[in-house]
């Protein structure tokens, strides 16, 4: 499954983050050439803030395999903010509140390739899944012109141009595109890509800082891809367990402590 980082479970993610940035500045700086910011051993820009979302994969040993970035253009974005001649005036504004952008997309170079088939494929599900939950009606980003192809042969979305392609300062040509989210979109892709259940995991905020989120994320994906006999039998279980717990709180000793945190 593909991890959903937001801004209220965060707290969760560190190790995860400082993973995922550290790999943007070896793609994009060290490999591409970008100009962009470094912290902390890092790329990041104006656009890692409050209102951005992470989409994350891993692999089976927990090591980073593919990622991108969303966020809502209501604020302003990349396409928008930097690179407005990539859209045709024939297209209906990107700043309104129903639009979400997705940049800074990257495979790590262990997943490249047929290798990362599966982890591209559930990520490019996931993509769908997390707009559609937000109620986004577009789903907008820009990519170099050649990748744009690579997506639209293998990626199993549907991928429209809304501009011309233009190049960059640092040497490439990078173009702009929506992909498709209605629920045909999500049904096409998930069939294309031979992806079943949902691929999108969202950890609750309230979980403590440092539980193994990833061992969680697994246990939910194999009790999704049971067999309905298989959840029964899970559910089943935990009840059994639930009903055998019954809590006897030691009254003097409640009352002891309550005593002791009013002194």
Known sequence: MIHLVTASNRHLYEPQLRAMHAERKRQFIDGRGWRLQVRDGGEYDRYDDAQALYLIGFDASGDLSVSIRLRPTLTGGVIDDVFPHLVANTEQPLRVADTWECTRYFTTSRHRGVRGFEARSRLHVALIETCRDLGGRRLVGLVDLDLLTHLRRFSGLRLRPIGMPAAYDEGGVTVAFEIGTTSADLERTRKTLQIHHRQ????????????????????????????????????????????????QPDVTTLMAEMAAEDL
């Open 200 to 247: 999108l995991f969202i950890a609750p905020n309230w979980l403590p800082t440092g539980v193994d989120v990833l061992a969680i994320e697994r246990a939910t994906s194999v009790i999704l891809a049971a067999s309905d006999a298989d959840r029964c039998m899970v559910n089943d279980t935990v009840r059994q367990a639930a009903a055998g717990i019954v809590y």
